[in-house]
Every structure is written in C-alpha cells, then in structure tokens.
C-alpha cells in the first residue's frame, strides 16, 4: 500500500554536498517515522537518520550529525535528507524506509516498507 522512491543521489567530490529526497505514494499515516539508511558493498544496512512527519523525535547517527540534515513536506510526500562535507566513507546506496510502528527505530528490522536506493559515490 506504500511506495518510496529514492532520488537525487549521484556522484559529488569530498566535502560536496548532495540532497536525496523520499517521495511516497499509497496510504501513508502521519504517526509513522520515515528514516534513512545506508548500505556499502559487504556492509548491513546502517541507520542514517530518522524523522516524523510532524517534524519531532529527530535522530542522527553519530557519523553523519552535524552534517546531514533530515526533513519533510507533508504537502509535497516527500522526505528530504541534506548531506553536506560529504566523505568517501559515505559513499553507499541510500534507502528510504517507513517504519512498523510507531516509535523511532534505529535498525533496519524496525522499517517495513523500502524504496529501491539511490546510489550516493563521494570520490577523494
């Protein structure tokens, strides 16, 4: 019942920036928390950051605080993920994922629904 799909991502240069936005289709519910999250080659899948669609209970990931910055336009469906100073060590495919329940999850099994990623290079 839900869709999301990646865009945005691409190929930048160390300390770039880059914005990947989320939009969503289907039923959605304001309650639920959409998050981002990244997966490198022979990695799991690794939690970027997380919001709800009011705007509250926002969490980053200790490696991408202070730089990447997740947001969402309720009008538009779409949830946005602003990364700046990128770094070679950011380079993954980034996912869109909605969560299960209600509460902020910081592991991929709490997210049950997922867009097909958008791939994210950062060469040095």
């Known amino acids: 019942q839900v869709q999301l799909v990646e865009s945005g991502g691409g190929l930048v240069q160390a300390g770039g920036s880059l914005r990947l936005s989320c939009a969503a289709s289907g039923r959605t519910f304001s309650a639920y928390v959409m998050g981002w999250f990244r997966q490198a080659p022979g990695k799991e899948r690794e939690f970027v950051a997380a919001?709800?669609?009011?705007?509250?209970?926002?969490m980053y990931s200790n490696s991408v605080k202070g730089r990447f910055t997740i947001s969402s336009d309720n009008a538009k469906n779409t949830v946005y993920l602003q990364m700046n100073s990128l770094k070679p060590e950011d380079t993954a495919v980034y996912y869109c994922?909605?969560?299960?329940?209600?509460?902020?999850?910081?592991?991929?099994?709490?997210?049950?629904?997922w867009g097909p990623g958008t791939q994210v290079t950062v060469s040095s």
């Open positions: 994922g909605r969560g299960v329940g209600l509460r902020v999850g910081l592991t991929a099994s709490e997210y049950g629904y």
């Open positions: 919001i709800r669609w009011s705007g509250s209970s926002i």
